[in-house]
C-alpha cells in the first residue's frame, strides 16, 4: 500500500544522513568542543518487535514476534527546534502457516523541542502524525486494510 512513498522518503532519508554526516565532520574539524550542533540528523534502528493482544492470539492472530527497522530523519531548525520524517516496518509471520503474512508499514512526521538545560542531558517534547498501512498476505489474496491515520505526543 505505502510502498512507492515508503521507498521515496527512505531514499531522502538517506541523503539526510549522507549531508548529515558531511556537515559533522567539517563542524568537528572547525571546533572541536561541547556539543555538536547540525541541522540534520539521521537514527536508524533495528528491533524487536512482539505482538499482543488479539494479534498474538493463537485463535484470532496467531504471529509470532518478528525484527523490523525504524529510519528516522530530522531538519533542526533552530537549536531547539526540529522538524522531521520517519518510516517503520515490520513483517509478521503466522505461527502455524508461516505462508500467512501481515506487514506493518508506519510513515510519519513530528515536531520536536529540546529543552536547553546547560547539560548533556536534554529532555525533548514531541508532536506528530503517523499513517498506519496493514497489508494482510497469503498464497492465494493479498488484502490491503484501510490506512488510519494517528497523533502522538510524548
Same mark, same amino acid.
Given at each position: 500500500?505505502? #510502498? #512507492?512513498?515508503?521507498?521515496?522518503?527512505?531514499?531522502?532519508? %538517506?541523503?539526510?544522513?549522507?549531508?548529515?554526516?558531511?556537515?559533522?565532520? #567539517?563542524?568537528?574539524?572547525?571546533?572541536?568542543?561541547?556539543?555538536?550542533?547540525?541541522?540534520?540528523?539521521?537514527?536508524?534502528?533495528?528491533?524487536?518487535?512482539?505482538?499482543?493482544?488479539?494479534?498474538? /492470539?493463537?485463535?484470532?492472530?496467531?504471529?509470532?514476534?518478528?525484527?523490523?527497522?525504524?529510519?528516522?530523519?530530522?531538519?533542526?531548525?533552530?537549536?531547539?527546534?526540529?522538524?522531521?520524517?520517519?518510516?517503520?516496518?515490520?513483517?509478521?509471520?503466522?505461527?502455524?502457516?508461516?505462508? %500467512?503474512?501481515? /506487514?506493518?508499514?508506519?510513515?510519519?512526521?513530528?515536531?520536536?523541542?529540546?529543552?536547553?538545560?546547560?547539560?548533556?542531558?536534554?529532555?525533548?517534547?514531541?508532536?506528530?502524525? /503517523?499513517?498506519?498501512?496493514? /497489508?494482510?498476505?497469503?498464497?492465494?489474496?493479498? %488484502?490491503?486494510?484501510?490506512?488510519?491515520?494517528?497523533?502522538?505526543?510524548?
Amino acid at each position: 500500500m505505502l #510502498r #512507492r512513498p515508503s521507498t521515496i522518503i527512505v531514499v531522502v532519508l %538517506i541523503g539526510l544522513m549522507l549531508a548529515s554526516t558531511v556537515s559533522a565532520q #567539517r563542524r568537528v574539524s572547525r571546533r572541536n568542543r561541547g556539543i555538536n550542533h547540525t541541522k540534520l540528523g539521521l537514527s536508524l534502528n533495528l528491533g524487536q518487535a512482539s505482538p499482543s493482544g488479539d494479534f498474538s /492470539d493463537a485463535s484470532l492472530g496467531n504471529h509470532k514476534s518478528t525484527t523490523g527497522f525504524n529510519i528516522e530523519g530530522e531538519y533542526y531548525y533552530s537549536k531547539s527546534s526540529s522538524f522531521g520524517l520517519s518510516i517503520q516496518n515490520y513483517s509478521f509471520k503466522d505461527k502455524t502457516f508461516p505462508e %500467512i503474512q501481515t /506487514d506493518v508499514t508506519v510513515v510519519g512526521m513530528f515536531l520536536r523541542y529540546v529543552a536547553s538545560t546547560g547539560s548533556n542531558i536534554r529532555p525533548f517534547f514531541r508532536l506528530g502524525l /503517523d499513517i498506519t498501512g496493514l /497489508d494482510f498476505k497469503s498464497p492465494s489474496e493479498k %488484502i490491503e486494510a484501510k490506512a488510519t491515520v494517528g497523533v502522538f505526543a510524548g
